[in-house]
T-cell receptor, first 113, second 114 residues
Framework: KAGVTQTPRYLIKTRGQQVTLSCSPI?????VSWYQQTPGQGLQFLFE???????NKGNFPGRFSGRQFSNSRSEMNVSTLELGDSALYLC????????????FGPGTRLTVT | AQKVTQAQTEISVVEKEDVTLDCVYE???????LFWYKQPPSGELVFLIR??????QNEISGRYSWNFQKSTSSFNFTITASQVVDSAVYFC???????????FGKGTKLTVNP
């Protein structure tokens, strides 16, 4: 079975721009979660989607948004990028969305200049 | 509120030594799940174990073992006979029952020297 895939792997953007990151979960997995990893704050939960519905949201500003499609693929969007948004963005998928083990993708490294 | 504390920021050992990574958690829920993940230099988080709050049995998987003690709110991870390939950052995480939200500790960077 293929693992979680994320595209693109690396991105460089300028302050004020917006960015869209994509995540394809493991086949059959219906829950997709997003995390931000920075050296200062560590791993922080952004949001989780299950059957196209956002079920849980972390403590991030409204500039961070996401969605999930009917095939369980997910995208997250960050608008009006700030320097502090530079981070590794990790996507994770799980089978059914009840504290099941989550399997992570390789991440998208976003650099904001 | 949920919280996970990994007090050891960095640990350095010599190959074949045993090493224990500590994890202390806080939660008000009676149903919760604990996890360990490994993050090698490549960056991808690798799932190691999931344990629910009702199962306090210790678990062993090869050179890895986990000790869950509700009385001390700890879920420690031991690597026996460490190897260079064990070098990575290890994260302990907590989710409260029914939620996929993982709250991670800050991680422990383990370096195993030959």
């Amino acid at each position: 079975k293929a693992g979680v895939t994320q595209t693109p792997r690396y991105l460089i953007k300028t302050r004020g721009q917006q960015v869209t990151l994509s995540c394809s979960p493991i086949s059959g997995h219906r829950s997709v979660s997003w995390y931000q990893q920075t050296p200062g704050q560590g791993l922080q939960f952004l949001f989780e989607y299950f059957s196209e519905t956002q079920r849980n949201k972390g403590n991030f500003p409204g500039r961070f948004s996401g969605r999930q499609f009917s095939n369980s693929r997910s995208e997250m969007n960050v608008s009006t990028l700030e320097l502090g948004d530079s981070a590794l963005y990790l996507c994770a998928s799980s089978l059914a969305g009840y504290s099941y083990e989550q399997y992570f993708g390789p991440g998208t490294r976003l650099t904001v200049t | 509120a949920q919280k996970v504390t990994q007090a050891q920021t960095e640990i350095s050992v010599v190959e074949k030594e045993d090493v224990t990574l500590d994890c202390v958690y806080e939660t008000r829920d009676t149903t919760y799940y604990l996890f360990w993940y490994k993050q090698p230099p490549s960056g991808e988080l690798v799932f190691l174990i999931r344990r629910n709050s009702f199962d306090e049995q210790n678990e062993i998987s090869g050179r890895y073992s986990w000790n869950f003690q509700k009385s001390t709110s700890s879920f420690n991870f031991t690597i026996t006979a460490s190897q260079v390939v064990d070098s990575a950052v290890y994260f302990c995480a907590l989710s409260e029952g029914g939620s996929e939200k993982l709250v991670f500790g800050k991680g422990t960077k383990l370096t195993v020297n030959p």
